[in-house]
């Protein structure tokens, strides 16, 4: 199944406090039992990597419970069910959701500064009552597309310059990923081999003891590298007598073109349009960060008295 979001989560929640205190970590596992959730559901994780997605949403449902005054938060991990949740679970409600919860004057105020913080003076209010996913996740989606835009622009620009501009953005990526050398040194090796099939080579440290061979094609969208430019570069390699070289592309590369790389006997690495982009907003190449946002939690240890 699924994995239920937030909202979906409330009742589940709530009704495993109802037995006394209860661990955070306890009722995510609990519950994980209760609804059958396979080994992948259990373990995904956000996209941040420090917690699961599972694990998230129980933690907002009971948030949002405790805000509404269903539940209280005991110590340090722990809470329980409160009497007002009580009630509420005798009511036999057929979901708790954050329209059920609209009923408690404390959920209310709650939603109403959190809008207010949200919105500012823009003056659009954010549906509680429709709303699926955590502020979590909704936060991680907007950087996904924030991101996913960025790459797109990245690439168009690429496109755009001249060809050298190409090979002196691999070089640059390359060094900022901890490749050896200078750019001074890299960019003098770039460009001096491209008679003899490749566009240029690069230490992979700094001694030089080992070196990558470049091949770049700046290919205009949906027009992919095929097999032959992949047969054509092995064969550059095999003249140089270089064990490994890296193709990259601002197109993408055909299936037979991936099957060609992957069983020829030298290690070619292929890195295509968005592979490319990826990398340079990891290393900021071609873009630089603009704001920073901290996500903050409760210090549990500085309450735990």
Request: charged content about 30%; some cysteine; hydrophobic content about 35%.
């Given at each position: 199944m699924a994995i239920p979001d937030y909202q979906s989560l409330m009742l589940p929640v709530l009704k495993?406090?109802?037995?006394?205190?209860?661990?955070?970590?306890?009722?995510?596992?609990?519950?994980?039992?209760?609804?059958?959730?396979?080994?992948?559901?259990?373990?995904?994780?956000?996209?941040?990597?420090?917690?699961?997605?599972?694990?998230?949403?129980?933690?907002?449902?009971k948030t949002y419970l405790n805000k509404a005054g269903l539940v209280e938060i005991t110590r340090r991990g722990h809470f329980k069910i409160t009497p007002r949740g009580r009630e509420a679970l005798q009511s036999n409600p057929p979901q708790i959701d954050n329209q059920f919860l609209s009923q408690y004057e404390e959920f209310n105020q709650f939603r109403e500064k959190t809008n207010s913080t949200e919105t500012g003076n823009s003056g659009e209010s954010v549906s509680f009552d429709d709303q699926k996913q955590t502020p979590d996740e909704i936060m991680r989606e907007a950087y996904r597309k924030i991101e996913a835009s960025l790459a797109q622009d990245l690439l168009d620009r690429i496109r755009k310059a001249p060809p050298d501009f190409f090979e002196r953005l691999i070089v640059t990526l390359l060094l900022s990923m901890g490749y050896g050398g200078t750019e001074a040194e890299a960019g003098k090796a770039l460009g001096q081999s491209g008679d003899n099939g490749v566009d240029g080579v690069i230490d992979q440290d700094a001694l030089g003891l080992d070196r990558v061979y470049i091949q770049?094609?700046?290919?205009?969208?949906?027009?992919?590298?095929?097999?032959?430019?992949?047969?054509?570069?092995?064969?550059?390699?095999?003249?140089?007598?270089?064990t490994k070289g890296l193709f990259v592309t601002t197109s993408t590369f055909s299936?037979?073109?991936?099957?060609?790389?992957?069983?020829?006997?030298?290690?070619?690495?292929?890195?295509?349009?968005?592979?490319l982009a990826k990398l340079m907003i990891r290393y900021n190449v071609g873009c630089r960060i603009e704001d920073t946002i901290h996500i903050r939690k409760v210090d549990e240890e500085f309450f735990d008295v």
């Amino acid at each position: 199944m699924a994995i239920p979001d937030y909202q979906s989560l409330m009742l589940p929640v709530l009704k495993i406090s109802a037995n006394g205190e209860i661990r955070i970590g306890q009722a995510v596992d609990e519950l994980a039992n209760k609804l059958d959730l396979t080994q992948d559901e259990r373990t995904e994780l956000l996209p941040s990597g420090k917690q699961t997605l599972f694990s998230n949403r129980v933690h907002w449902a009971k948030t949002y419970l405790n805000k509404a005054g269903l539940v209280e938060i005991t110590r340090r991990g722990h809470f329980k069910i409160t009497p007002r949740g009580r009630e509420a679970l005798q009511s036999n409600p057929p979901q708790i959701d954050n329209q059920f919860l609209s009923q408690y004057e404390e959920f209310n105020q709650f939603r109403e500064k959190t809008n207010s913080t949200e919105t500012g003076n823009s003056g659009e209010s954010v549906s509680f009552d429709d709303q699926k996913q955590t502020p979590d996740e909704i936060m991680r989606e907007a950087y996904r597309k924030i991101e996913a835009s960025l790459a797109q622009d990245l690439l168009d620009r690429i496109r755009k310059a001249p060809p050298d501009f190409f090979e002196r953005l691999i070089v640059t990526l390359l060094l900022s990923m901890g490749y050896g050398g200078t750019e001074a040194e890299a960019g003098k090796a770039l460009g001096q081999s491209g008679d003899n099939g490749v566009d240029g080579v690069i230490d992979q440290d700094a001694l030089g003891l080992d070196r990558v061979y470049i091949q770049a094609k700046r290919y205009a969208e949906g027009n992919s590298v095929g097999a032959g430019a992949i047969r054509d570069f092995f064969g550059s390699l095999d003249r140089h007598k270089a064990t490994k070289g890296l193709f990259v592309t601002t197109s993408t590369f055909s299936l037979s073109a991936k099957e060609t790389a992957e069983f020829l006997s030298k290690r070619i690495v292929l890195i295509d349009n968005l592979q490319l982009a990826k990398l340079m907003i990891r290393y900021n190449v071609g873009c630089r960060i603009e704001d920073t946002i901290h996500i903050r939690k409760v210090d549990e240890e500085f309450f735990d008295v």
